[in-house]
């Protein structure tokens, strides 16, 4: 299986969800996977602000 990121006018989304089902395709909108991400994400962060500082501070520093 393949992903594509297809941008199409809005009067041709019916056409091409018509042609979605008659192939047998499934279609999402970019909007639901982001939606659908940021659902996945744990609601309370695994690092405290000091800990993102200090990552970010030895990144910056190898380069």
Same mark, same amino acid.
Request: glycine share 4%; hydrophobic share 40%.
């Given at each position: 299986?393949?992903?594509?990121?297809?941008? =199409?006018?809005?009067?041709? #989304?019916?056409?091409?969800? @018509?042609?979605?089902?008659?192939?047998?395709?499934?279609?999402?909108? +970019?909007?639901?996977?982001?939606?659908?991400? =940021?659902?996945?994400?744990? #609601?309370?962060?695994?690092? @405290?602000?000091?800990?993102?500082?200090?990552?970010?501070?030895?990144? +910056?520093?190898?380069?």
């Amino acid at each position: 299986m393949e992903d594509f990121v297809l941008t =199409i006018p809005t009067q041709d #989304k019916a056409f091409v969800e @018509t042609l979605v089902q008659r192939m047998g395709w499934t279609i999402r909108m +970019r909007r639901s996977s982001v939606d659908n991400f =940021i659902k996945s994400c744990p #609601k309370t962060p695994q690092m @405290t602000d000091a800990e993102i500082q200090a990552e970010i501070n030895a990144v +910056r520093k190898g380069l």
